[in-house]
């Protein structure tokens, strides 16, 4: 069974940064696309960044040039370095992973405050 273990979740307040990792196993990470979403009550769960295998990143529109997704193979961990937080960014943030079938975390909980 595959598995994603979010971390680094918290409140902050806006302006400020986090960082949220996600560690896979049981998976074949070094060819396995990874990304982030999130979702917020009473919303749908959007694509926030993704990175592929081959290190190819895309982001919503909403993120880019505050967001970077970046992933460590040798640790199986991929990570979302999030600045310039703001409070719409609050969220539930969930891991992913794509190798055939798609694979979620548990998710972790992003509060930026005004």
């Known amino acids: 069974q595959v598995q994603l273990v979010e971390s680094g979740g918290g409140l902050v307040q806006a302006g400020g940064s986090l960082r949220l990792s996600c560690a896979a196993s049981r998976i074949n990470f070094r060819v396995a696309a990874m990304g982030w979403y999130r979702q917020a009550p009473g919303k749908q769960r959007e694509l926030v960044a993704r990175i592929s295998s081959g290190g190819t990143t895309g982001y919503a529109d909403s993120v880019k040039g505050r967001f970077t997704i970046l992933r460590d193979n040798a640790k199986n961990t991929v990570y979302l370095q999030m600045n310039s937080l703001k409070p719409e960014d609050t969220s539930v943030y969930y891991c992913?992973?794509?190798?055939?079938?798609?694979?979620w975390g548990q998710g972790t909980q992003v509060t930026v405050s005004s």
């Open positions: 992913t992973a794509l190798l055939g079938e798609q694979y």
